[in-house]
């Protein structure tokens, strides 16, 4: 019984199916409680968890179940989407910032764990929503203008913007679907210039069919 009991203790059972990642310790080594060597990390790869920094402005934005979107280096043509699962409850007390767990599925094995991307918590959709380049967008006197192409004409109108994602702005007040902006060049027009608009050739993205 007692060589039986030694026996069964040669073989350490995993808690989870998974690979190992990782083998600390040689065969043939002294393993006990007293060492507190870890002898092998086990991973499990086809449900994996990503943590988004969230700053601390945008907290209160954040709930469990949002979707969320990473892009990854070693994926670049591809979007990893996943959903909120736990939310710390306090941040960081170096970058103010708070972590969201996102978990992944991962069925198809296309991920590692310890791949770097980022993240983006979606936390509203604005369907059918007028975008326009930030640099489009002039700021005067507190207020925000673009100039639209009425013909051969420029117009200078105000405009409310609403989301701003840094190289891009939504427009919900000023502007309509379909309208011409002009782009480059603003400083130099007033309310009313004359213009000869080009317009530069739509690119497909990365990646699309031809």
Same mark, same amino acid.
């Given at each position: 019984?007692?060589?039986?009991?030694?026996?069964?203790?040669?073989?350490?059972?995993?808690?989870?199916?998974?690979?190992?990642?990782?083998?600390?310790? $040689?065969? %043939?080594?002294?393993? %006990?409680?007293?060492?507190?060597?870890?002898?092998?990390?086990? +991973? *499990?790869?086809?449900?994996?968890?990503?943590?988004?920094?969230?700053?601390?402005?945008?907290?209160?934005?954040?709930?469990?179940?949002?979707?969320?979107?990473?892009?990854?280096?070693?994926?670049?043509? *591809?979007?990893?989407?996943?959903?909120?699962? !736990?939310?710390?409850?306090?941040?960081?007390?170096?970058? !103010?910032?708070?972590?969201?767990?996102?978990?992944? $599925?991962?069925?198809?094995?296309?991920?590692?764990?310890?791949?770097? %991307?980022?993240?983006? /918590?979606? /936390?509203?959709?604005?369907?059918? +929503? @007028? @975008?326009?380049?930030?640099?489009?967008?002039?700021?005067?006197?507190?207020?925000?203008?673009?100039?639209?192409?009425?013909?051969?004409?420029? !117009?200078?109108?105000? @405009?409310?913007?609403?989301?701003?994602?840094?190289?891009?702005?939504?427009?919900?007040?000023?502007?309509?679907?379909?309208?011409? /902006?002009?782009?480059?060049?603003?400083?130099?027009?007033? $309310?009313?210039?004359?213009?000869?608009?080009?317009?530069?050739?739509?690119?497909?993205?990365?990646?699309?069919?031809?």
């Amino acid at each position: 019984a007692a060589l039986a009991t030694r026996l069964g203790e040669t073989k350490i059972t995993s808690p989870m199916d998974g690979f190992v990642t990782a083998r600390k310790l $040689d065969p %043939g080594a002294l393993v %006990g409680t007293s060492t507190g060597a870890t002898i092998v990390t086990v +991973a *499990r790869i086809d449900l994996l968890k990503a943590f988004v920094s969230v700053t601390e402005r945008d907290v209160s934005l954040v709930k469990l179940g949002q979707k969320a979107v990473l892009s990854l280096d070693a994926l670049p043509s *591809r979007k990893v989407e996943g959903s909120v699962v !736990r939310i710390a409850p306090s941040l960081d007390p170096g970058t !103010r910032t708070l972590d969201a767990e996102v978990r992944l $599925d991962n069925r198809e094995g296309l991920l590692r764990p310890g791949m770097f %991307g980022r993240g983006a /918590i979606v /936390i509203d959709t604005h369907p059918n +929503a @007028v @975008v326009v380049p930030a640099s489009a967008v002039l700021v005067s006197s507190g207020k925000r203008w673009v100039f639209v192409v009425d013909g051969d004409v420029a !117009r200078r109108r105000e @405009v409310t913007v609403g989301v701003d994602e840094g190289d891009s702005l939504e427009l919900v007040k000023g502007v309509v679907a379909g309208e011409s /902006i002009v782009t480059q060049g603003m400083d130099n027009l007033s $309310d009313g210039t004359a213009v000869r608009p080009t317009r530069a050739p739509v690119v497909p993205p990365s990646g699309a069919a031809k």
